[in-house]
């Protein structure tokens, strides 16, 4: 970035898309490398690491660094770009991989970013080598160790990133905070069951704490601790995170039902397979007249859904209008964050990507 005349960082020539573009690149590379690196040292030459040697960095390589890039730009709210900044919030890509990899067994989700998930992989391993023993429970069992070394090497590389301590001080409340919530978050999805359906004031919550906050608030605020925004700030900017967090996750809960499998890289329908208690279900159990909520509970008590069962339920989603609904408050709060964004005393540049941000966060296909 260059320095304008009022000493305001701006981008060089570049859109806001492209220049996120450019960064999100940058991160995902330094993740990677980072991820290599500590999995050379740890496995190369040993027989449990035949596999996790590859499989643990390739795990990265599919990512799309929205989390750091929200860091980042939160970071820029306050400061110049740094290279330092820039691998503090590289460093949020292998947090998630933590996340994804746990996520995975949890929901024994057999693919993920359109490969198969950590613990298919490490399952298949196991069963190609003919040893004795469940495939499944040592595919269960290396996913969540994987998981484990991502937690770790996240916070190894953001303290290895170059920043002072001083900046670290400011952004530790915050990483620790992000991460707190995400464990809660995903325990209060995990035990969320579409036959007992919570009223919609739970659902946002649990979808809050789920998603919104890990995926888009908290690493905002984290980025712009990190810079020494004030606290004025840094509430303008989790009021901008919260709103467009919640939108982010209203998206994802609508994929999880309508998205097309080729675009999204996990089974067609997913939630709905797996009976999950998502935002669509409950608004449209909310929205839905006598008749239709009775034919939304008969499809919800199926046990074992097949594709004529998606059919049917997203058929009830969509007359219940909960799938249009859904998309108005996407709208509704994307553009409150973006107004929320207009009142905060930060440089012009920013604001204009965030802009981008929150629409590529709430436009998304996958």
Known sequence: MAESAAGEATPVAQTSSAWLDVVGRRCLAEAW????????????GRAEGLLAETALPDFVAGGKCLRPL??????????????????????????HCFALAQDDVMDQSPVRRGRPALQARFARWHADQGWRGSARRVGDSAAILAGDLFLVWAEQMLR????????????????DRMRSELAVGQLADLVGDARALPSWETALDVLRRKSGNYTVRRPLEFGAALAGCDAAGLD??????????????????????????????????????????????????RMAGPRQRAALAEVAAVEDVDDGVVDRWRGLIVATGARERMEELIRERTEKAIAAADAAVIPRHALGLLAELATRSTERTR
């Open 160 to 175: 290895g990133s170059g920043l002072d301590p001083t900046a670290l001080a400011r952004g530790w409340p915050h990483y």
């Open 236 to 285: 303008r900017l989790g009021e901008f995170g919260g709103l467009v967090g919640e939108a982010f996750q209203l998206r994802d809960d609508l994929l999880g039902v309508f998205g097309d499998a080729a675009a999204t890289g996990k089974p067609d329908g997913q939630d709905l397979r797996e009976h999950k208690a998502s935002s669509v279900v409950v608004l449209a159990a």
């Open 70 to 95: 929200f860091a980042y730009v939160g970071w820029c709210c306050g400061k110049a770009e740094s290279d330092a900044a820039l691998r503090a919030a590289a460093s949020l890509e292998l947090l």
């Open 33 to 44: 490398e980072f991820a290599a690196a500590r999995a050379a040292e740890h496995f190369a």
